[in-house]
């Protein structure tokens, strides 16, 4: 199966699927091999700090929602990988679910209960310091 039938399968899906990772942006949080459970949930009721599953160029990410902001017709949100100092802003439609569960060879981490989701606002905190540090170098860059 390739990418775009994943990504159709995925916005077709009545019930969560699983979902298996590769790449390392989100390490250590998310390791290649691990396993995530996907929902296909409203953008607009997802909290900052959730895990997220985008789509950008035919290809899938899973990284951290920053914020979300409401545009006229639309939302658009601002993304991160953990392991990355790069973060973006996206449409409501590169949006396709949120991660509600990640299974490793260590442990099953749920990620709607304690602790993963004070652990998800702790990423969250970090990610906002680091891109205002970010924004913050770039203005006095002459």
Do not use: C
Not at 7 to 29: N, T
Not at 99 to 125: A, C, G, H, W
């Amino acid at each position: 199966m390739d990418n775009q039938d994943l990504i159709e399968l995925i916005k077709d899906a009545s019930e969560p699927l699983m979902l298996r990772v590769s790449g390392s942006s989100m390490f250590p949080f998310l390791k290649a091999g691990d396993k995530v459970k996907v929902r296909k949930e409203s953008l607009s009721k997802v909290p900052a700090g959730s895990l997220i599953i985008y789509q950008e160029g035919g290809r899938l990410f899973s990284h951290r929602l920053i914020q979300k902001i409401k545009g006229k017709e639309k939302y658009f949100f601002l993304e991160k990988g953990d392991n990355t100092l790069n973060f973006s802003l996206r449409g409501e439609d590169d949006y396709l679910g949120k991660v509600e569960k990640i299974e490793s060879q260590e442990k099953i981490k749920d990620l709607e209960r304690f602790p993963q989701v004070f652990f998800n606002k702790i990423f969250l905190i970090w990610d906002l310091l680091l891109i205002n540090l970010i924004r913050f170098k770039r203005n006095l860059a002459f």
